[in-house]
């Protein structure tokens, strides 16, 4: 899919929702800890006339619609089915293969690409058609590589992500309704949000059939794969149409139903605007089991943790206020537990800690407690407003209240990642240097800071080798003369030993390209393939460099290198020797140029499938020894 398709996507989402996301934006290095308050019972409405009251009384900016009409698309069907081939050997469980890079064993989260150790499952964007699909390729063995067959939706109905498990493919859509509305000054549409879980059989891939769709009004936030049930999140904004609230239906196989009001949780607390957060759960093997789904009212969820036993779902409240000579404005995160067990979902519990979460890497459950990392700021005093902020760690029980804590940790810096693995925590902040520090977070009551290290650049995204080593990769940087700054540059891999948790050290380091390189790992983790036992790491690049011949005497740290080449670079990385380059692998014919830059043979993901290493971009699929790395096999996705 391209950006530009991406970009008119969630554009249809809720006006509520944006503006929330920009005033976060705005607000972030501006604000201070509010007051804790822990809650532990959630509550739900008596009556529909309870809940429109709480939306019209409590939210401080709502989102009204005064209509007459509305407009719904016709029943949604599955996708199209196009059988390329008529091969459909059955999956060997027993191969050695890699799967999606997630946070928790045993929580498997949705992405774009998805192997069983025969088949690749590939969601991609036909831009000749404008039409999303799935395609299902044999991959093993490379010599009997091709396409099977594809699943295929119209343009409004867009797949954003898969899981496969066995003979089950289930399938994440988005699309929209068309809301017509009346007003004094003409007629106006709207947009809202729906999403879609299509279940397929696929135990003859060549030839797949659709076993279940369950279609959610909201977006799609989230999900989480534990055995055999989908866990997943969608959230719908409060709307009034003629003062009336627009409830959302969840529609099991075209049969629909509306969210019960009484069946709705909430919050006391007002926010600025609220949205129907339904949390749902499906058996993808049972296909006469009925979903079990729970509604809270809410304001706008961003992140989600998942543990084998519970979902917590993180929201960030902002609140500004003018007190004397300063307008205080303050954020807190708030955090709701929800149990999952076999399909079962129950809301027990609700918190609050101050700040903002990064990402779920900043959210871990270990051994019954809840330990979050946050990034909150300081007060915007009138005519001189102060950008420093601070960063807090939180441990939690299972009522979600605090038991211990360790704040203003890195003052005027910001998380720029987190890891937990057990009983340590390791944390990156960053503002001129990268700061790496290990807190001891086995005592819930008393965590304690043990050590750091101090180097330029920052970790995007922390990962472990072994428990004695962390794998960092994020950008180099340069110290800003002018400021208290500093100047990305490229794409910097980092190894940590952490065996002497008081004084840290970086072993090892790899640097890729000049200010401008990239890589999908600094945002998606999902985009990292590591293999610890072999010690392989491929990583997707977009490779900038600067032309020095462009500048008389020293390049200057801001300037930007020009994309020369896309692809994975493959590593190898033991403790041992370090991180060793083994080779690159591009799907880009000829020469790099403009043109290319927007082709679709740019790598999104790569995978193994026992000695072969699988690359993948939306033009092709390309096959190599995964020692050697020499060509195997290329197939073409026309």
Sequence with gaps: MSKVEYAHLYAV???????????????????????????????????????????????????????????????????????????????????????????????????????????????????????????????????????????????????????????????????????????????????????????????????????????????????????????????????????????????????????????????????????????????IREDQQAPVYKTLLTGAASNIYVSLNNIYLTLTKYDVKEYQQAIIATEETLI??????????????????????????????????????????????????????????YILDQTLKTVGKIENIAPGERIYSVRFIGEKAYMVTFKKVDPFFIIDVNEPSDPKILGWLKIPGYSDYLHPLGRDYIIGIGKETVPAEEGDFAWYQGVKISLFDVRNVSAPVETSKFKIGDRGTDSPVLYDHKALLFDESTGLMVIPILVAE??????QGEVPSNAYGEPMWQGVYVFNVTAENGIVLKGRITHIKGEFSKEVYYSQNFVERALYIEEYLYTVSHGMVKVNNINTLNEVATIELP
Excluded: C
């Excluded at 007051?35 to 019209?56: A, G, M, P, R």
């Excluded at 409830?247 to 629909?256: F, K, Q, S, T």
């Excluded at 459950?365 to 700021?377: H, I, L, M, N, P």
């Excluded at 600067?546 to 500048?551: G, H, M």
């Design 546 to 551: 600067v032309n020095k011949e462009q500048y």
């Design 336 to 393: 709701y537990r929800v149990k999952i067990q076999n399909g079962e979902i129950k809301l027990e519990a609700e918190g609050s800690v101050p700040g903002h979460v990064l990402n779920q890497f900043s959210m871990d459950e270990y051994q019954g407690y809840f330990r979050v990392a946050t990034t909150v700021g300081q007060p915007i005093f009138r005519g001189q407003a102060s950008t420093e902020q601070m960063n807090n760690l």
């Design 13 to 283: 989402a809720a006006v509520s929702i944006l503006l929330l996301t920009i005033l976060a934006t705005l607000m972030a290095p501006y604000l201070i800890p509010p007051k804790q308050e822990v809650k532990t019972e959630l509550k739900t409405f008596s009556s529909y006339d309870e809940l429109k009251n709480y939306i019209k009384t409590n939210t401080q900016t709502a989102s009204r619609w005064f209509g007459v009409d509305l407009i719904f698309p016709p029943g949604i069907k599955g996708g199209t089915f196009t059988t390329v081939a008529t091969s459909t050997q059955a999956a060997e469980s027993s191969r050695s293969y890699s799967k999606t890079n997630v946070q928790v064993a045993g929580v498997d989260e949705a992405d774009i690409i998805k192997s069983d150790g025969t088949y690749l499952y590939m969601l991609r964007q036909d831009h000749s058609t404008g039409k999303g699909e799935v395609i299902i390729l044999k991959a093993y063995p490379p010599e009997e590589a091709k396409i099977l067959s594809k699943i295929v939706w119209e343009e409004n109905r867009v797949p954003t992500a898969i899981f496969i498990n066995g003979d089950r493919l289930v399938v994440f859509l988005s699309t929209w309704s068309n809301y017509m509305v009346t007003e004094k000054e003409g007629e106006y549409y709207y947009y809202a949000s729906k999403m879609s879980i299509e279940v397929y059989d696929v135990q003859n891939r060549a030839q797949p059939e659709l076993a279940r769709n369950i279609t959610i009004d909201g977006y799609y936030l989230n999900s989480r794969m534990i055995d055999d049930y989908v866990y997943v999140i969608a959230s719908f904004p409060a709307y009034l149409i003629k003062e009336e609230v627009v409830l959302p239906e969840i529609r099991v196989d075209n049969n629909g139903n509306k969210v019960d009001p009484t069946e709705v949780f909430y919050p006391e607390a007002a926010d600025l605007s609220y949205s129907f957060t339904t949390i749902l759960s499906l058996n």
